[in-house]
Protein backbone atom coordinates (compact mmCIF):
# COMPACT_ATOMS: atom_id res chain seq x y z
CA UNK A 1 0.00 0.00 0.00
CA UNK A 2 1.99 2.73 -1.37
CA UNK A 3 0.00 6.12 0.94
CA UNK A 4 1.93 8.83 2.15
CA UNK A 5 0.77 11.86 3.76
CA UNK A 6 0.56 14.93 2.48
CA UNK A 7 -0.14 18.66 4.29
CA UNK A 8 -0.76 21.76 2.08
CA UNK A 9 -3.15 24.72 2.29
CA UNK A 10 -6.36 25.24 0.45
CA UNK A 11 -10.20 27.28 0.64
CA UNK A 12 -8.37 29.06 3.60
CA UNK A 13 -7.46 25.88 5.56
CA UNK A 14 -4.83 23.19 6.15
CA UNK A 15 -5.09 20.33 3.98
CA UNK A 16 -3.73 16.81 4.77
CA UNK A 17 -4.32 13.97 2.90
CA UNK A 18 -3.01 10.23 3.54
CA UNK A 19 -3.55 9.06 -0.40
CA UNK A 20 -0.80 7.75 -3.02
CA UNK A 21 1.23 10.62 -4.50
CA UNK A 22 -0.63 10.44 -7.36
CA UNK A 23 -4.00 10.95 -6.13
CA UNK A 24 -2.95 13.34 -3.84
CA UNK A 25 -2.08 15.32 -7.17
CA UNK A 26 -5.23 15.17 -8.24
CA UNK A 27 -6.99 15.88 -4.99
CA UNK A 28 -5.53 19.00 -4.53
CA UNK A 29 -5.61 19.96 -8.63
CA UNK A 30 -9.57 19.69 -7.38
CA UNK A 31 -9.65 21.67 -4.60
CA UNK A 32 -8.22 24.38 -5.78
CA UNK A 33 -10.22 24.55 -8.89
CA UNK A 34 -13.50 24.20 -6.50
CA UNK A 35 -11.79 27.64 -4.49
CA UNK A 36 -11.19 29.15 -7.55
CA UNK A 37 -14.97 28.87 -8.58
CA UNK A 38 -16.30 29.32 -4.77
CA UNK A 39 -14.12 32.08 -3.00
CA UNK A 40 -16.06 34.36 -1.82
CA UNK A 41 -12.90 36.80 -2.25
CA UNK A 42 -11.86 36.00 -6.06
CA UNK A 43 -13.89 38.94 -7.43
CA UNK A 44 -13.63 36.03 -11.07
CA UNK A 45 -15.20 33.55 -8.82
CA UNK A 46 -18.52 31.96 -9.70
CA UNK A 47 -19.79 32.85 -6.41
CA UNK A 48 -18.58 36.71 -6.36
CA UNK A 49 -19.79 36.86 -10.25
CA UNK A 50 -23.60 35.82 -9.07
CA UNK A 51 -23.45 38.20 -5.87
CA UNK A 52 -23.02 40.73 -8.07
CA UNK A 53 -26.30 40.48 -9.81
CA UNK A 54 -27.50 38.25 -12.54
CA UNK A 55 -28.76 36.18 -14.45
CA UNK A 56 -25.41 34.80 -14.45
CA UNK A 57 -23.55 31.91 -16.68
CA UNK A 58 -21.98 29.49 -13.87
CA UNK A 59 -19.65 26.73 -14.29
CA UNK A 60 -21.79 23.49 -13.96
CA UNK A 61 -19.89 22.76 -10.74
CA UNK A 62 -21.26 26.13 -8.82
CA UNK A 63 -24.92 25.16 -10.32
CA UNK A 64 -24.22 21.15 -8.64
CA UNK A 65 -23.05 22.57 -5.11
CA UNK A 66 -25.71 25.21 -5.03
CA UNK A 67 -28.40 23.34 -6.18
CA UNK A 68 -27.69 20.98 -3.37
CA UNK A 69 -27.18 23.49 -0.40
CA UNK A 70 -30.37 24.83 -2.11
CA UNK A 71 -31.78 21.38 -1.04
CA UNK A 72 -30.46 21.22 2.36
CA UNK A 73 -32.17 24.92 2.94
CA UNK A 74 -35.17 23.32 2.11
CA UNK A 75 -34.86 20.32 4.49
CA UNK A 76 -33.85 22.38 7.43
CA UNK A 77 -36.78 24.76 6.83
CA UNK A 78 -34.38 26.96 6.47
CA UNK A 79 -32.01 26.84 9.37
CA UNK A 80 -28.73 25.65 7.25
CA UNK A 81 -28.64 29.08 4.92
CA UNK A 82 -26.14 29.69 1.78
CA UNK A 83 -27.32 32.96 1.35
CA UNK A 84 -25.54 34.82 4.20
CA UNK A 85 -23.17 36.15 2.68
CA UNK A 86 -24.11 40.00 2.63
CA UNK A 87 -24.60 39.23 6.88
CA UNK A 88 -21.10 38.07 7.29
CA UNK A 89 -19.86 40.82 5.01
CA UNK A 90 -21.70 43.63 7.40
CA UNK A 91 -20.10 42.30 10.30
CA UNK A 92 -17.16 42.46 8.93
CA UNK A 93 -15.91 38.69 7.04
CA UNK A 94 -15.84 40.47 3.75
CA UNK A 95 -12.40 39.50 3.21
CA UNK A 96 -9.65 36.23 3.74
CA UNK A 97 -10.51 35.68 7.51
CA UNK A 98 -6.53 36.32 7.90
CA UNK A 99 -7.39 40.00 7.06
CA UNK A 100 -10.70 40.22 9.06
CA UNK A 101 -10.57 43.84 11.17
CA UNK A 102 -12.57 45.76 13.53
CA UNK A 103 -15.94 46.49 11.10
CA UNK A 104 -15.58 50.61 10.41
CA UNK A 105 -19.21 50.79 11.21
CA UNK A 106 -21.11 49.64 13.64
CA UNK A 107 -23.29 46.55 12.43
CA UNK A 108 -27.23 46.22 12.80
CA UNK A 109 -28.25 43.10 12.66
CA UNK A 110 -31.59 42.00 10.66
CA UNK A 111 -33.17 38.48 10.18
CA UNK A 112 -32.20 37.44 7.22
CA UNK A 113 -34.55 37.85 4.15
CA UNK A 114 -36.54 34.37 2.26
CA UNK A 115 -34.03 34.10 -0.14
CA UNK A 116 -35.26 34.46 -3.44
CA UNK A 117 -33.06 32.59 -6.25
CA UNK A 118 -33.57 30.95 -9.40
CA UNK A 119 -31.16 28.20 -10.73
CA UNK A 120 -31.67 28.11 -14.88
CA UNK A 121 -30.10 24.26 -15.51
CA UNK A 122 -30.92 24.87 -19.04
CA UNK A 123 -28.91 27.89 -19.61
CA UNK A 124 -26.42 27.02 -16.39
CA UNK A 125 -27.92 30.40 -15.19
CA UNK A 126 -28.31 31.76 -11.43
CA UNK A 127 -30.46 34.58 -10.65
CA UNK A 128 -30.36 36.15 -6.89
CA UNK A 129 -33.04 38.96 -5.77
CA UNK A 130 -31.08 42.17 -5.16
CA UNK A 131 -29.10 42.38 -1.81
CA UNK A 132 -28.70 38.79 -1.90
CA UNK A 133 -25.30 37.12 -1.18
CA UNK A 134 -24.80 33.38 -1.39
CA UNK A 135 -21.71 32.00 0.93
CA UNK A 136 -21.43 28.29 0.80
CA UNK A 137 -18.63 28.49 3.10
CA UNK A 138 -18.02 25.30 5.27
CA UNK A 139 -20.86 23.40 3.31
CA UNK A 140 -18.59 23.29 -0.09
CA UNK A 141 -15.77 22.71 1.49
CA UNK A 142 -17.31 19.53 2.54
CA UNK A 143 -18.94 18.97 -0.52
CA UNK A 144 -16.01 19.26 -2.51
CA UNK A 145 -13.80 16.96 -0.31
CA UNK A 146 -16.90 14.28 -0.49
CA UNK A 147 -16.48 14.47 -4.05
CA UNK A 148 -12.47 13.73 -3.98
CA UNK A 149 -13.47 11.07 -2.08
CA UNK A 150 -15.62 9.02 -3.75
CA UNK A 151 -13.69 9.68 -7.11
CA UNK A 152 -10.42 7.48 -5.34
CA UNK A 153 -10.15 4.14 -6.66
CA UNK A 154 -7.91 3.74 -3.23
CA UNK A 155 -9.20 0.83 -0.32
CA UNK A 156 -7.42 3.14 2.30
CA UNK A 157 -7.29 7.22 2.63
CA UNK A 158 -8.07 10.08 4.40
CA UNK A 159 -8.34 13.20 3.29
CA UNK A 160 -8.94 16.18 6.12
CA UNK A 161 -9.92 20.10 5.48
CA UNK A 162 -8.86 21.80 8.62
CA UNK A 163 -10.66 18.74 10.58
CA UNK A 164 -13.68 18.25 8.60
CA UNK A 165 -12.87 14.96 6.79
CA UNK A 166 -13.72 11.50 4.89
CA UNK A 167 -11.88 8.64 5.84
CA UNK A 168 -12.28 5.53 4.72
CA UNK A 169 -10.56 1.50 5.08
CA UNK A 170 -11.75 -1.74 3.54
CA UNK A 171 -14.89 -3.28 5.47
CA UNK A 172 -12.26 -5.59 7.79
CA UNK A 173 -9.70 -2.82 8.24
CA UNK A 174 -8.50 -1.37 10.84
CA UNK A 175 -10.60 1.44 12.17
CA UNK A 176 -9.84 5.10 11.95
CA UNK A 177 -9.11 7.02 15.32
CA UNK A 178 -9.44 10.76 15.26
CA UNK A 179 -9.27 13.56 17.77
CA UNK A 180 -11.97 16.14 18.45
CA UNK A 181 -10.11 19.56 19.23
CA UNK A 182 -11.40 21.18 22.60
CA UNK A 183 -11.58 24.60 21.54
CA UNK A 184 -12.00 26.61 25.27
CA UNK A 185 -8.99 23.67 26.51
CA UNK A 186 -5.59 22.70 25.49
CA UNK A 187 -6.79 19.04 26.12
CA UNK A 188 -8.86 17.47 23.39
CA UNK A 189 -12.66 16.93 24.20
CA UNK A 190 -11.84 13.65 23.16
CA UNK A 191 -10.51 10.54 20.44
CA UNK A 192 -13.43 9.09 18.28
CA UNK A 193 -13.27 5.76 16.54
CA UNK A 194 -14.96 6.21 13.02
CA UNK A 195 -17.57 2.97 13.46
CA UNK A 196 -18.27 2.70 9.62
CA UNK A 197 -15.60 1.61 6.66
CA UNK A 198 -16.32 5.22 4.92
CA UNK A 199 -17.05 8.06 7.68
CA UNK A 200 -17.41 11.82 7.20
CA UNK A 201 -16.88 14.15 10.29
CA UNK A 202 -17.25 17.78 10.08
CA UNK A 203 -16.72 20.52 12.95
CA UNK A 204 -18.45 23.49 13.80
CA UNK A 205 -17.21 26.37 16.19
CA UNK A 206 -17.80 29.65 17.12
CA UNK A 207 -14.32 30.11 18.39
CA UNK A 208 -12.10 29.39 15.21
CA UNK A 209 -12.81 32.66 13.54
CA UNK A 210 -14.16 35.34 15.45
CA UNK A 211 -13.51 38.93 16.24
CA UNK A 212 -14.67 41.66 17.55
CA UNK A 213 -16.72 44.84 16.24
CA UNK A 214 -15.88 48.62 17.64
CA UNK A 215 -17.72 48.02 20.82
CA UNK A 216 -15.75 45.05 21.73
CA UNK A 217 -18.95 42.54 21.04
CA UNK A 218 -17.77 39.50 20.02
CA UNK A 219 -18.24 38.16 16.48
CA UNK A 220 -17.85 34.93 14.62
CA UNK A 221 -18.78 33.38 11.00
CA UNK A 222 -21.89 31.17 12.49
CA UNK A 223 -24.65 33.13 11.44
CA UNK A 224 -28.50 32.53 13.08
CA UNK A 225 -30.75 33.69 10.02
CA UNK A 226 -33.20 33.77 12.24
CA UNK A 227 -32.14 36.64 13.49
CA UNK A 228 -29.08 37.97 11.23
CA UNK A 229 -26.58 37.68 14.40
CA UNK A 230 -23.59 35.19 15.12
CA UNK A 231 -25.13 32.38 16.80
CA UNK A 232 -25.91 33.09 20.68
CA UNK A 233 -26.62 29.53 21.94
CA UNK A 234 -25.14 27.53 24.86
CA UNK A 235 -22.93 25.47 22.35
CA UNK A 236 -19.65 26.52 21.51
CA UNK A 237 -18.82 23.59 18.95
CA UNK A 238 -20.49 20.79 17.16
CA UNK A 239 -18.77 17.50 15.50
CA UNK A 240 -20.99 15.20 13.29
CA UNK A 241 -20.28 12.01 12.05
CA UNK A 242 -22.23 10.61 9.49
CA UNK A 243 -22.01 9.06 5.66
CA UNK A 244 -21.76 12.38 3.53
CA UNK A 245 -19.45 15.05 4.66
CA UNK A 246 -21.44 18.04 3.02
CA UNK A 247 -25.00 16.51 5.31
CA UNK A 248 -22.29 16.34 8.28
CA UNK A 249 -21.23 20.61 7.55
CA UNK A 250 -24.73 21.34 7.47
CA UNK A 251 -25.84 19.32 10.17
CA UNK A 252 -22.97 20.48 12.73
CA UNK A 253 -23.89 24.01 11.93
CA UNK A 254 -27.39 23.79 12.86
CA UNK A 255 -26.03 21.92 16.41
CA UNK A 256 -24.37 25.54 17.10
CA UNK A 257 -27.60 27.29 16.42
CA UNK A 258 -30.04 25.07 18.38
CA UNK A 259 -27.77 24.14 21.29
CA UNK A 260 -26.68 21.57 23.00
CA UNK A 261 -30.10 20.13 24.52
CA UNK A 262 -32.16 20.94 21.41
CA UNK A 263 -30.01 20.62 18.39
CA UNK A 264 -29.06 16.54 19.28
CA UNK A 265 -33.10 16.21 19.49
CA UNK A 266 -33.09 17.39 16.03
CA UNK A 267 -30.22 15.59 14.29
CA UNK A 268 -32.13 12.82 15.29
CA UNK A 269 -35.34 13.41 13.34
CA UNK A 270 -33.09 14.55 10.27
CA UNK A 271 -30.82 11.89 10.23
CA UNK A 272 -31.11 8.86 12.93
CA UNK A 273 -27.60 7.07 11.74
CA UNK A 274 -25.53 10.53 12.84
CA UNK A 275 -23.56 10.53 15.67
CA UNK A 276 -22.58 13.54 17.30
CA UNK A 277 -20.28 15.43 19.90
CA UNK A 278 -21.09 19.04 21.78
CA UNK A 279 -18.58 21.28 23.64
CA UNK A 280 -20.94 24.02 25.24
CA UNK A 281 -19.65 27.43 26.71
CA UNK A 282 -19.20 26.06 29.98
CA UNK A 283 -16.22 23.57 28.82
CA UNK A 284 -18.76 20.55 28.72
CA UNK A 285 -18.50 17.64 26.67
CA UNK A 286 -21.80 15.47 25.36
CA UNK A 287 -21.42 13.09 23.01
CA UNK A 288 -24.14 10.44 21.56
CA UNK A 289 -20.59 7.81 21.09
CA UNK A 290 -17.94 6.59 23.49
CA UNK A 291 -15.04 9.04 23.65
CA UNK A 292 -11.13 7.92 24.58
Known amino acids: MNVRVLRDRVMGTDLLL ?6 QAAVLEWLR ?11 ASDTSRVNAGGPVVVSELFLA ?3 EACGYFDATG ?28 AATPV ?15 VTLSPGLAVDLGGFVKGWSVQRAAEASREPYGMIDAGGDLVAWRPQDGVPWRIGVEHPLR ?26 H ?24 QATVMTADLAAAEVYATCLVLLGTREGPQWLAGQD ?20 T
Open 78 to 105: GLFNPFLGAELARLGYDTDFALVGTPEV
Open 272 to 291: PGAHWVTVGHDGRVRSSVAL
Open 65 to 67: ALD
Open 186 to 211: ERPAGVLELPAATTAVATSSVVRRSW
Open 111 to 125: PARAPAVHLDHERRA
Open 18 to 23: VLPPQE
Open 33 to 43: AAERVFSRFDP
Open 213 to 236: DRAGTGLHHIIDPRTGEPARSDCA
